[in-house]
């Protein structure tokens, strides 16, 4: 599996937890659905204020923010 696959797959687990679309979950994180959705996809990687956002938007831990974009 590529890196690519296994953040989308977290990503996208991440969102449905939450109960989110990806339009609700891009407005929270302050980026336009189609980022938010090449992202989840693996067509971007998302650059480091993506996931800095991501995380001050839902109060998570460094260790949480890791576990999202873990490989393997």
Not at 16 to 31: D, N, P, R, Y
Not at 45 to 52: M, S, V
Request: hydrophobic share 40%; net charge positive; with cysteine.
């Amino acid at each position: 599996m590529n890196k690519e696959a296994v953040i989308r797959t977290n990503l996208k687990i991440f969102r449905i937890k939450h109960c989110l679309t990806q339009e609700e979950m891009a407005q929270k994180i302050g980026c336009i659905r189609p980022t938010y959705s090449a992202i989840e996809n693996g067509k971007r990687e998302g650059r480091k204020a993506f996931w800095n956002d991501l995380q001050l938007a839902f109060a998570l831990t460094d260790e949480e923010i890791c576990e999202l974009k873990k490989i393997g």
